[in-house]
Nanobody, 125 residues
Framework: QVQLVESGGGLVQAGGSLRLSCKAS????????MAWFRQGPGKERELVAV????????YYTGAAWGRFTISRDNPKSTVYLQMNSLTVNDTAVYLC??????????????????WGQGTQVTVAS
């Protein structure tokens, strides 16, 4: 049974930082591209960042560029999202996702095989 379990969300003041974690089980983690998506209130799910199998390839969308860092620890089957300089616009449920094969920047949510339940991030002004 495949499970992706996110943690690390919470309430933070604008300008603050959070580090999200996503622990995977039931998959050969080092063969999957991993991504973080987010879904704000009344908004569609959007890609935040992607990381390839080895961690060398990374891709960030505009909202994350320069503020967020995606990383992974394959022996621990865990992917991370370090988020700095948070703003109220970053308030959302953050979900991790796993995709077999090569990560592609243009991949939408349908390209991903497995999803976590999400962790809430709330940024207060």
């Amino acid at each position: 049974q495949v499970q992706l379990v996110e943690s690390g969300g919470g309430l933070v003041q604008a300008g603050g930082s959070l580090r999200l974690s996503c622990k995977a089980s039931g998959i050969f983690f080092s063969t999957y591209a991993m991504a973080w998506f987010r879904q704000g209130p009344g908004k569609e799910r959007e890609l935040v960042a992607v990381i390839g199998w080895s961690g060398i390839y990374t891709y960030y969308t505009g909202a994350a560029w320069g503020r967020f860092t995606i990383s992974r620890d394959n022996p621990k089957s865990t992917v991370y999202l370090q988020m700095n300089s948070l703003t109220v616009n970053d308030t959302a449920v953050y979900l991790c996702a796993a995709k077999r094969g090569v990560p592609v920047a243009s991949d939408g949510p349908n390209a991903y095989n497995y999803w976590g339940q999400g962790t809430q991030v709330t940024v207060a002004s």
